[in-house]
T-cell receptor
Framework: AQKITQTQPGMFVQEKEAVTLDCTYD???????LFWYKQPSSGEMIFLIY??????QNATEGRYSLNFQKARKSANLVISASQLGDSAMYFC????????????FGDGTTLTVKP | DVKVTQSSRYLVKRTGEKVFLECVQD?????MFWYRQDPGLGLRLIYF???????EKGDIPEGYSVSREKKERFSLILESASTNQTSMYLC???????????FGDGTRLSIL
């Protein structure tokens, strides 16, 4: 069965510093996708970044990058130059159904950016 | 831009009532999903649909049913609401498995 583990229930970071949010996954599939979403206190889920299992380069989107280590089954999110608006809950998810895009989500990490 | 609209942000119902949560999308996506979100448990898939009138159970379908009569609308039904169904419910859509899911704003449902 597919499983996502986020071991950090809460994290703090100083404004303008970088922070890494951990995500490990478990699957026996060869083809899968990894997603990170942000959920501010207002509740909406915002897509941040995607990494395919066959992608050789780590994904980057602006201040977000994904540190993908396939052999270790980890897909950590790195946020550079943290901003106060980055305070939110962050979810790692793994797509395990190529056709319909069914995904399993981790329990989330709450990030607080301190001024 | 992608738009997923859930009919209510907040809803209060009584035990035993039949509850309908509606979700409408304007992107012509084939796939639609219903999740519930509880503290410390992440998002858990209740049901999903990959086409009109097609549905499959997710991880926690007990006590729920769904309806998809039109491509743009996916309804979650609580047949006889119970207090353990108090939760945040999120609807999502996706074009295919390689695209991210697009979420509605969520419905915070309280069953008294």
């Amino acid at each position: 069965a597919q499983k996502i583990t986020q071991t950090q229930p809460g994290m703090f970071v100083q404004e303008k510093e970088a922070v890494t949010l951990d995500c490990t996954y478990d699957t026996s599939d060869q083809s899968y996708g990894l997603f990170w979403y942000k959920q501010p206190s207002s509740g909406e889920m915002i897509f941040l970044i995607y990494q395919g299992s066959y992608d050789e380069q780590n994904a980057t989107e602006g201040r977000y990058s994904l540190n993908f280590q396939k052999a270790r089954k980890s897909a950590n999110l790195v946020i550079s130059a943290s901003q106060l608006g980055d305070s939110a809950m962050y979810f790692c998810a793994m797509r395990y159904d190529t056709n319909a895009g069914k995904s399993t989500f981790g329990d989330g990490t709450t990030l607080t950016v301190k001024p | 831009d992608v738009k997923v609209t859930q009919s209510s942000r907040y809803l209060v119902k009584r035990t035993g009532e039949k509850v309908f949560l509606e979700c409408v999308q304007d992107m012509d996506h084939e796939n639609m999903f219903w999740y519930r979100q509880d503290p410390g448990l992440g998002l858990r898939l209740i049901y999903f649909s990959y086409d009109v009138k097609m549905k499959e159970k997710g991880d926690i379908p007990e006590g729920y049913s769904v309806s998809r009569e039109k491509k743009e609308r996916f309804s979650l039904i609580l047949e006889s609401a119970s207090t353990n169904q108090t939760s945040m419910y999120l609807c999502a859509t996706s074009w295919d498995g390689n695209q991210p899911q697009h979420f509605g704003d969520g419905t915070r449902l309280s069953i008294l």
